[in-house]
């Protein structure tokens, strides 16, 4: 069963593990997640993979503790065993050189890009990245992100940290600054978060991808629970993406779709936080 | 003349809509023996020309006739390595049921039934085939389903190594994820499992191929041979507006959740599904039917069968549908849904349907259902589930682009020996055939594994 190798506390309630999975380190690419469940009697969780080593066999995953689920999983300490973790999955990235890339990333979504910022640089696009979260430590892998991209902008809603404010504020002034030329908007973050940004770049038509966190099952294309309305037409989040163009996206729709368990989701956090002395 | 066909025990409708346990209960020894003698032990067998495995089928009956229920297991496992699987699920009354010769003037003998009663023991050990020693040539297995399964244990009897590649945590395919525990207790396909790996079949689970190894990594990692048994999990949807609201679900999604994630076991089990008052299932195959007593067991009040066609034409097992009218859904025949509505939180509330005639006949034979003009009305439920069909998973043609595949999505094999249009490549199950039976599947990875050892001439 596939081992938790380190462990280490970002935040508050952001976690960072390092997972034994060497099949998945060694065939991940840029925008793919995995699905794992700790146990027996657990739900199938989607997270992306953050980083990976093939040498090792490590996988890097990063989470917010947001319910049930992924709270258990941030009590599970070095050296716990979970029943299984499957991936690569969904379609990677297509990554291009297309000039001058501007990567977003929100909340937990800030971890979630440095693959992203990564495959866009070794392509040779230059990549400006603006990271946006409610107060400075919950900036995550700041430092990480800074050693590989062009220029790195950060706003926070409180202002302990860069602008205060939202990532859009910024995006805003780049577009409208005619010396910036940006060629593609790559963001990842809560959804009203890649709502905003789609709202900022349709205008200016500027091809904006997002990646999408629908409610996953088996994320292997089999159940369909994961459908997004794209461009008129039902994708599977899954399998047709998590990326997708946002412009396209009925985010009114995905929305929606999120809050299916909302009361069952409660009853899961206090039947596991019983469990697991939380 | 004959004795009248014994009919196998069930549970009464009021405990068994309570709870998953099974519903069809096993002969007991006096009427198994007494419906086996019902066999006249025809001299040409009909009923073997309708089993898809050729099994010997007098010769099983026989042996239950005279009480020897090992002897009759050991004759089935000939053919057969998944009696106690076939005997509950198989459609019998479309195939060896459908020919026996008592059929003619009465009622045919309960072949299924019987081949159930013969698996209640444990079983008994298969001997290798004779002379065949182990070789140390590698063989690839995807997909654990009854294609997979079958497969991988009469290649690993040739002597190959073999490893099975499971995306899920749970192996068996449909038996495990599609099928529910009152139809087939998940305890006998775990058996069947167990038993392909006492085999000395390595069972990977948790390997998705087309993502975390291609069908070029295979190779390139020295298995030398291939078969594809990936199944038709794909679901169909209906394509009418409001099939996005909450509250509507695949067939796979809600038998998912039900089987595999054991979601009525919330919160023990954190998998949630959320089942209403008032249940509409679109369609009328075994998966309908499946989501249908499910819905029913999870406390729903109604629970309806919503159908394009007439009751003739329903895909379903006879038994199945009897059943499922004794415990109460309620049939709506002719009836097609044109949109679902929601509510002002986007929960579905209302199907608008339509009625429907039967035309012409199609292209399958079956009379084309038409809509009756101005007949439109509107159903009130809170959960849909739709069980129209599935096609099969695109994830390993669309990895292995010299593979070629039907428009349909089925992967094209030579039938005479299951193989594909890349060499070593063979398929079986739903993956060739669309969504088909468990005992077609079996079948195909029979003459597959029968037609890798050929191919590999060793
Ligand atoms: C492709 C993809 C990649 C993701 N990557 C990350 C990541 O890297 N880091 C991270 O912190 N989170 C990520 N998420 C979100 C993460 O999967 C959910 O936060 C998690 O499943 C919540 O489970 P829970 O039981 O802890 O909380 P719950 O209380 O069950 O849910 C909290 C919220 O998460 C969403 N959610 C619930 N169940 C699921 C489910 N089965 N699948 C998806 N979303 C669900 C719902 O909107 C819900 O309101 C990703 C989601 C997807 C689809
Ligand atoms: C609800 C339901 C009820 C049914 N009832 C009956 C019945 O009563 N009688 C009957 O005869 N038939 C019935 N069927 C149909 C029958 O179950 C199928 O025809 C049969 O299971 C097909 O077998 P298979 O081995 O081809 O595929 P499956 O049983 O679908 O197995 C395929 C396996 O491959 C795995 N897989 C898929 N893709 C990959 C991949 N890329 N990598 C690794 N693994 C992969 C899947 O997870 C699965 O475990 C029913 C089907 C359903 C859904
Ligand atoms: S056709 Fe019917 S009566 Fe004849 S051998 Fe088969 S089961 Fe017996
Ligand atoms: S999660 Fe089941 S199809 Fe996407």
Redesign the interface.
Known sequence: MPKILSKERLAQNIVQIEVDAPMIARSAKAGQFVVLRINEEGERIPLTIADKDPESGKVTIIFQEAGASTCYLGSLEVGSEIKNILGPLGTPAHINKVGHVVVIGGGVGIAEIYPAIKAYKDAGNKVTTIIGARCKDLLLSEAKIKSITDELLITTDDGSCGRKGFVTEILKEMLEDSSIEINLVYAVGPVPMMEAVCHVTAPAKIKTIVSLNPIMLDATGMCGVCRVTVGGQTKFGCVDGPEFDGHLVDFKELKARLSAYKDKEKIASDHVCKLAHL | MPADRHKIPERPVADRIKDFEEVALPFDLESAKAEAKRCIQCKKPKCVDGCPVEIDIPAFIKLVAEGKQDEALAKIKEKNALPAVCGRVCPQEDQCEKLCILGIKGKPVAIGALERFASEQPSPSIPLPEGEGSTKVKVAVVGSGPAGITCAADLAHMGYKVTMFE???DSGGVLIYGIPEFRLPKKIVRTEIEYVKSLGVELL????IG???TIEDLFKDGYKAIFVGSGA???N?MRIPG??L?GV??A??FL??INM??AYK???????I?IGKKVAVFGAGNVAMDAARCALRLGADEVKIIYRRAREQMPARIEEIERAEEEGIDFHLLTAPTELFGNE??WIKEAECLKMELGEPDKSGRRRPVPVPNSEFRVSIDTAVIAIGNKP???IPQSASDLKTEKWGGIIVDPATQMSSIPGVFAGGDIVRGAATVISAMGDGKVAARKIKEFLNV
């Open positions: 995306s899920l945590s689970n948790d390997v998705l993502k975390t190894l999990g794909l679901p949807f099939e996005n909450l679900y695949s796979n999604e998912c959740r994630m054991k919330f919160p023990k089990y954190l998998t949630p959320k939180n986007g998973n695109p994830l």
